[in-house]
């Protein structure tokens, strides 16, 4: 069965420091990795990883692929109070269709001022 | 507006009754998707649509779940005999296509309490 696991679940840290998001896709037939920010209720798109190695950069924040491992980083350097959101891993379910997504748990950021 | 729209924002009801959730959708978007959140979980996938037609319904959980979407736009997720285990977030989302970007363009979803 497909899975997402994120890591760690939750996570409290300072104005400025920079933090390390984890997640690790088990699937039959990788085809792509999503990020989502879930600040209230609607998720927000981040970035979409389909190629090993390569980093997306979105200002403060960069996301990287580790297609061998299925594994994916999301990095926030010089964290803002308003970086405080849920952080969503997502890939498309094997068999199904692309918008089909699995999702993680997710990992709670909270940033401290 | 400019994004996707839900109704009802909160939806308490009680066992057994029938509840409707109303998605309306970006203009233009042709694929739409229904997901469901539980607390500390992250979405679900229920049901996607490309057009009216339902092209993958995989994740309903059972026949109570019925979702439509006649005319290719607003779409509405019909549950019947609600159950307490039914109590989540319902979030639509949309998108052009499936494509290759990724971006699902969410609502703020319904809260569906099922006392």
């Known amino acids: 069965e497909d899975k997402v696991v994120q890591s760690p679940l939750s996570l409290v840290v300072h104005e400025g420091d920079t933090v390390t998001l984890n997640c690790s896709y088990e699937v039959t037939n990788f085809r792509s990795l999503l990020w989502y920010k879930q600040e209230k209720k609607a998720p927000t798109f981040l970035f979409m990883l389909t190629s090993s190695g390569i980093e997306k950069k979105s200002g403060r924040l960069s996301s990287i692929l580790d297609k061998k491992e299925l594994s994916s980083i999301l990095n926030i350097t010089a964290t803002q109070t308003g970086d405080s959101a849920i952080y969503l891993c997502?890939?498309?379910?094997?068999?199904?269709?692309?918008?089909?997504?699995?999702f993680g748990k997710g990992t709670k950021l909270s940033v401290k001022p | 507006g400019a994004g996707v729209s839900q109704t009802p924002s909160n939806k308490v009801t009680e066992k057994g009754k029938y509840v409707e959730l109303r998605c309306d959708p970006i203009s233009g978007h042709t694929a739409l998707y229904w997901y469901r959140q539980s607390l500390g979980q992250g979405p679900e996938f229920l049901i996607y649509f490309q057009g009216t037609g339902a092209a993958d319904d995989s994740g309903l959980p059972n026949d109570r779940f019925f979702a439509v979407r006649p005319e290719g736009s607003v779409s509405t997720l019909k549950i019947q005999r609600t159950e307490r285990g039914d109590s989540a977030v319902y979030l639509c989302?949309?998108?052009?296509?499936?494509?290759?970007?990724?971006?699902?363009?969410f609502g703020e979803g319904s809260r569906l309490t099922v006392l």
């Open positions: 997502a890939g498309p379910s094997y068999g199904g269709s692309q918008g089909n997504l699995i």
């Open positions: 989302a949309s998108s052009l296509s499936l494509g290759d970007s990724g971006e699902l363009f």
